[in-house]
T-cell receptor, first 111, second 110 residues
């Protein structure tokens, strides 16, 4: 079954404590992306990756890092989380027709 | 980059009424996609429109792409409670980047 798997689903953390949200896809897609969703703002792109070792900033990259060492995995790293990064995060894997397959989401709270 | 305005932000309808959400751009779009996100869920792809004036139907859902390729609409006929959720349009740009509208949250009252 085609899947995008994100972990964890829920996370509460404290300001400044580094965290990683993992994302894995089993569809062999080259293109993957991270979004954050905030009320009234829709989905905003944080970072994207066009292939292994190729990543680039989206619209709201400040405070985030990513890596793409393998095709299937695209983790999102928050080196020093702050309360304004409290949000709902989605990883997406995108096929050649530009159809996006989303993970289940990670609800992050930074206190 | 390209941006798209989506309206309305919220819509409450009685079950059985119709519903329409609109996406508008100031520039010509190469294509437009529509996604549905159920409450507590993740966005799920519905359809992609590419051609000027294109109209596609999926059961009670009708998707249109404007003649000038600057706007699109999603119309639901005779809404049901299963239609509840947020509907997003999205533009695909270079390098398969997707830019999403702000979404329309649909509530269907039984």
């Amino acid at each position: 079954e085609a899947q995008v798997t994100q972990n964890p689903r829920y996370l509460i953390t404290v300001t400044g404590k580094k965290l990683t949200v993992t994302c894995s896809q089993n569809m062999n897609h080259e293109y993957m992306s991270w979004y954050r969703q905030d009320p009234g703002l829709g989905l905003r792109q944080i970072y994207y990756s066009m292939n292994v070792e190729v990543t680039d900033k989206g619209d709201v990259p400040e405070g985030y890092k990513v890596s793409r060492k393998e095709k299937r995995n695209f983790p999102l790293i928050l080196e020093s989380p702050s309360p304004n990064q409290t949000s709902l995060y989605f990883c997406a894997s995108i096929d050649r027709n530009t159809e996006a397959f989303f993970g289940q989401g990670t609800r992050l709270t930074v206190v | 980059g390209q941006q798209v305005m989506q309206i309305p932000q919220y819509q409450h309808v009685q079950e059985g009424e119709d519903f329409t959400t609109y996406c508008n751009s100031s520039t010509t779009l190469s294509n437009i996609q529509w996604y549905k996100q159920r409450p507590g869920g993740h966005p799920v792809f519905l359809i992609q429109l590419v051609k000027s004036g294109e109209v596609k139907k999926q059961k009670r859902l009708t998707f249109q792409f404007g003649e000038a390729k600057k706007n699109s609409s999603l119309h639901i006929t005779a809404t049901q409670t299963t239609d509840v959720g947020t509907y997003f349009c999205a533009l695909s740009g270079s390098a398969r980047q997707l830019t999403f509208g702000s979404g329309t949250q649909l509530t269907v009252l039984p």
